[in-house]
């Protein structure tokens, strides 16, 4: 399916910008692309979003986000962003039966220190499968008039211009075979984990960005149940959350629309959740506590096991690294986050915002440049705590950690027994995981120091 149409009413949606920028193309319809091609339809005359796959025209699984399967938690932050660029969509969620899940009232949540408290915090999460989430997003952006989608059209590298940028994306129809080259004022990949950007950088005479990757060699293993006819407790989302060194296993439940659970297993250091269907549920029973197993072991399964292993930190330094001009790498491409902490998408988002924000300077020059380090600012305190509590995963032990991550590790403990007792912990933790406050929230006074104390004794 092609669509394509300039209505003349868009420019007023522009609010002032010029069509200056001619033809922006956008490889990867994930959230990622559909956001940024949100973004980019407000500056440029024309969006392509060029994807493999064929977009199905409802909430469908397919090939190139193997992820779907797998339970999408949208952050507080996230939901804000998405409500700002898409106006109603959470509403649009709530009618199609996606709940809405205070993360602490409806959510039991057994971490090493025990549970923590339940009561109304106000951190909400509006509880959707990826797959709807997308394919409401996508909707949205198929309404945009200068955007137009490219189904089964697989990019395949970078053709540079006479200067420092690219004039052109080659592809090549998953159709029938045909390559073809699509000529653009703008490039933005957001083709997701397994982006190509570096390999066609390379191959035009640029260097590939450096990387770093932190794998706590996690993996998932998913299975989605029907609710029970009649199951009427007071939750909606149920989390054991793994514990360094000795708890290398948690997991997570949640109500979804059309009356599903999604239950996910997880195993870090190796300790790799099973896809076998008994063997799934033996793992849900060897958890260190038992809230998921009593959940699942009568329930009706309406799957198999999915799993899934490609859970590696990886952030790719394309703001310290020399670019064409007019090229920018977004979302997973650029910085990929394990899943298990759930902020994938609504990077995503902050990378979209950092997008409008650059382009509404106003400033063509250094696009490229400024883009990419706005989104590694913006994503730098997730990708921070993200990686600081994975790398502990890659140390043997307490002894090897050296004293004073040792030190670090026993306030952070620490922090998260205080939370057990303490709901104004509690809320200010949930805060930081939906990235709606710093994670230099958790240092305030009325935490730290009794954590301190604690630790010291
Ligand atoms: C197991 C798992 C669980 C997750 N759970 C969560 C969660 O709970 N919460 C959360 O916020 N995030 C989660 N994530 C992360 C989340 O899926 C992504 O971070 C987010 O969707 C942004 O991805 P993206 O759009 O950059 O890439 P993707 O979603 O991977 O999309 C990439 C798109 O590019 C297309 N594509 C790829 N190559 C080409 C090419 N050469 N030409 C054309 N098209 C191409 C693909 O078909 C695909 O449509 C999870 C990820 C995984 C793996």
């Known amino acids: 399916m092609i669509r394509f149409a300039i209505l003349p009413s868009h420019r007023q949606y ?24 949100r973004v980019l339809s407000e500056s440029f005359d024309l969006v392509t979003v060029l994807d493999r796959d064929v977009l199905p025209d409802g909430p469908g699984d397919r090939k190139g986000v193997p992820q779907s399967r797998h339970l999408h938690s949208l952050a ?6 998405l409500e700002y660029f898409f106006p109603g969509l959470d509403a649009e969620l709530s009618e199609a039966g996606c709940p809405s899940v205070d993360q602490s009232l409806h959510a039991i949540t057994d971490t090493p220190e025990g549970r923590l408290p339940r009561f109304a915090s106000g951190v909400m999460m509006r509880a959707a ?16 008039p200068n955007v137009r989608f490219v189904h089964k059209m697989e990019a395949t590298g970078l053709i540079r211009g006479s200067s ?14 045909s390559e073809t080259t699509f000529e653009a004022n703008l490039v933005l990949d957001a083709s997701g984990n397994a982006s190509r950007a570096p390999e066609w950088l390379e191959a035009i005479g640029y260097e590939a960005p450096k990387e770093t990757v932190v794998d706590a060699r996690l993996g998932y293993a998913t299975r989605w149940y029907e609710v029970p006819e009649g199951f009427d407790a007071d939750w909606k989302s149920l989390a054991v959350l793994p514990g360094w060194p000795d708890n290398p296993r948690g997991g997570s439940l949640r109500r979804v629309e059309g009356n599903r659970w999604t239950a996910v297993l997880v195993g870090i250091g190796g300790d790799y959740p099973p896809t076998g269907e008994d063997a799934f549920e033996h793992f849900a029973a ?3 506590s038992p809230i998921i197993h009593d959940a699942i072991k009568n329930s009706k399964p309406i799957s198999s096991v999915y799993g899934y292993r490609r859970t590696a930190n990886r952030k790719r330094h394309y703001e310290r690294a020399p670019l064409p001009e007019n090229l920018l790498v977004a979302g997973d491409a650029a ?26 300077e106003r400033r063509p020059e250094n696009l490229s440049r400024r883009f990419h380090k706005k989104q590694a600012s913006t994503v730098s305190p997730a990708w921070t705590a993200t990686a600081t509590s994975d790398r502990q995963w890659s140390a043997a032990g307490v002894k090897e950690l050296g004293r004073a991550r040792r030190f670090l590790h026993r306030v952070s403990g620490e922090v998260m027994r205080l939370a057990t007792e303490d709901e104004a912990t509690a809320k200010t933790l949930l805060e930081v995981k939906n990235l709606t406050a ?6 305030r006074p009325g935490i730290l120091l009794p954590a301190l104390a604690r630790s010291l004794r």
């Open 14 to 37: 522009n609010r002032g910008v010029k069509d200056e920028h001619g033809h922006a193309i956008v490889l990867g319809a994930g959230v990622s692309g559909l956001l940024s091609a």
């Open 76 to 81: 507080t932050k996230g939901s804000e962003l």
């Open 129 to 144: 499968s990826r797959d709807l989430l997308e394919w409401r997003v996508r909707r949205r952006v198929e309404n945009i």
């Open 164 to 177: 420092r940028s690219i004039k052109s994306v080659a592809a090549r129809s998953r159709d029938d075979g």
């Open 286 to 288: 060897s958890l260190p």
């Open 335 to 360: 910085c990929v986050l394990n899943p298990t902490y759930g902020q994938g998408m609504t990077t995503a988002a902050l990378s979209a915002m950092a997008l409008k924000k650059v382009l509404d």
């Open 438 to 443: 710093s994670p230099a929230s958790l240092a």
